[in-house]
């Protein structure tokens, strides 16, 4: 129980603490205009009050992550905490303000126009295809794990397939409509459902029998029943609630919403700490309720969705719990609507489509949303193994450009570039090693060639010349 608690408060006190020096390294100026009100157009670029950004921010970054993530990192055993405790703090909530800060002071930019600016022109192209991969897998598999969680609940046996076309439609419906009125009016509500059913969660396990697993020396180490070894497997089971690429292609979604710049740290920072304790949560859950063995029967027939469902009724009863479900619902319903309309605009800009008309604006969301249908027919696993890898490159790839923004502004671009460095190796060893790469293992030879590889890459990126200077800042 005290590892759990520690790591909470660990995770507030790196708000309380490390955000402010964050903060004070970027300088947000208050009286600066900020693009929802010099670019308004009442469809994204829409000014909304700081505390339904937030919720909005929250809603979109989170998803089934860092809920699905943490179940299956549990699986690891309570070294998971380490890696979401100083993950989220040093590396997650530093990305997410970073880049909802450089995308305000660029006019709203997605990723991809970051990119271009700060890395060159040339990148700009491998950005697009990394961001509108990693969205497309996103949406996909927000759209698959919450129809599975709604079948669970629902007393009547409906086909699978309906509830996804279900999803589909709401989707459509909620991209053409103002940011507003999409997700300012329904948001809000959903941010309730979670927040109190997160709470419930966590307050019913430090008050049930069940035993919190303690970090100690005997237990720093894997313990996954797949003799799986911690490095690089937990860094991408776990990435939401530690560090997501994913958050990249959402935080400019909010920045073109904010009225104020110092309300970045609240919004961006404390956002991601905030997921950084529903993970703790769902973690501990998982670890306390069953053992490794039975954790992992049930991820292997039902997905994660099987574990939320036996955590919210044995944790909550049968009403409660099936609240607390619907709490995790909504996660992914809401990332999932804004990983389409991330990905709508980012495709718009990078075709030059000007989103100014229902017929524009229908002309790319209805065929990414064919291609998404016939992804839900792939395997769930299979979709979230090539999902970890485009998140945690894209995660590498906003750190980068945060460094370079940093780095030409003469401030401490140390702390992107050390936690990019760390991930990007983590990338390449990953994919030496795994099915989706060159299933080299992990013997001394992948991870030498790793550091080789990782070194020649930093080595090109600290080669890259851009026409951006401070001025152009």
């Known amino acids: 129980m005290w590892t759990f608690l520690g790591g909470i408060t660990l995770l507030v006190l790196g708000y309380v603490l490390y955000s402010r020096y964050i903060v004070s390294n970027f300088q947000p100026d208050p009286t600066r205009q900020t693009p929802a009100e010099a670019l308004r157009d009442n469809l994204d670029f829409v000014p909304m009050d700081k505390k339904k950004n937030a919720i909005i921010e929250l809603l979109n970054i989170a998803g089934t992550g860092p809920i699905f993530g943490p179940i299956m990192g549990a699986l690891y055993g309570p070294v998971a905490y380490i890696w ?29 126009e970051l990119a271009s600016k700060y890395l060159g022109h040339r990148v700009k192209h491998i950005v697009n ?97 797949g003799g799986l070894a911690i490095f690089p497997g937990m860094f991408f089971t776990i990435s939401c609630g530690a560090l997501s690429g994913f958050h990249a292609t959402q935080t400019p979604m909010v920045s073109r919403t904010l009225k104020n710049e110092s309300e970045g740290r ?31 029967q049930l991820i292997a027939t039902g997905t994660p969705s099987a574990v939320v469902n036996r955590v919210a009724l044995l944790l909550l009863g ?23 309309r991330s990905l709508r605009t980012i495709l718009a800009d990078y075709l030059n489509i000007k989103q100014d008309s229902l017929k524009k604006i229908l002309m790319i969301t209805i065929p990414l949303y064919i291609i998404s249908f ?95 200077t401070e001025e152009a800042l």
């Not at 405790?85 to 660029?106: K, P, Q």
């Not at 609940?153 to 999409?182: E, H, M």
């Not at 905030?274 to 309720?289: D, R, T, V």
């Not at 490159?393 to 990019?420: D, E, G, H, Q």
């Open 84 to 112: 979401i405790v100083l993950g989220c703090i040093f590396a997650g909530a530093v990305h997410d303000y970073m880049l909802g800060m450089i995308s305000l002071r660029n006019n709203g930019a997605h990723l991809p």
């Open 129 to 225: 295809i990394f961001a509108m991969l990693l969205l497309l897998l996103v949406g996909t598999v927000f759209v698959v794990s919450p129809a599975s969680l709604i079948k669970s609940v629902l007393p009547w046996n409906i086909s699978l397939i309906y509830i996804i076309l279900g999803i589909f439609i709401y989707y459509l419906v909620s991209t053409v409509l103002p940011i507003d009125k999409a997700l300012g009016k329904v948001y809000p509500w959903f941010g309730a459902i979670l927040i109190i059913s997160t709470i419930a969660i966590g307050s019913f396990l430090l008050m049930s029998d069940y035993q919190l697993p303690e970090l100690t020396a005997a237990s720093l180490k894997s313990v996954h029943p």
């Open 266 to 296: 609240f919004v961006f920072y404390g956002m991601m700490i905030a997921e950084g304790i529903i993970a703790m949560i769902w973690a501990g859950a998982s670890m306390a309720l069953f053992d490794g063995q039975t954790l992992s």
């Open 318 to 340: 049968q009403v409660f719990g099936t609240f607390a479900i619907a709490g995790v619902i909504v996660l992914p319903l809401s990332s999932g609507l804004s990983a389409f």
């Open 374 to 468: 016939a992804l839900t027919f792939i395997d769930f696993q299979i979709i979230w193994r090539y999902f970890n890898w485009a998140n945690q490159m894209t995660a590498v790839i906003s750190l980068l450009v945060s460094s370079r923004y940093l780095y030409l502004k003469k401030r401490n671009y140390f702390v992107t570039l050390l936690p990019a460095m760390f991930m990007l190796f983590a990338v390449v060893v990953y994919i030496l090693s795994e099915p989706i790469g060159f299933r080299m293992g992990l013997g001394p030879m992948t991870y030498l060639v790793g550091i080789v590889v990782s070194l020649v890459l930093m080595w090109l990126y600290s080669r890259i010349e851009t026409d951006t």
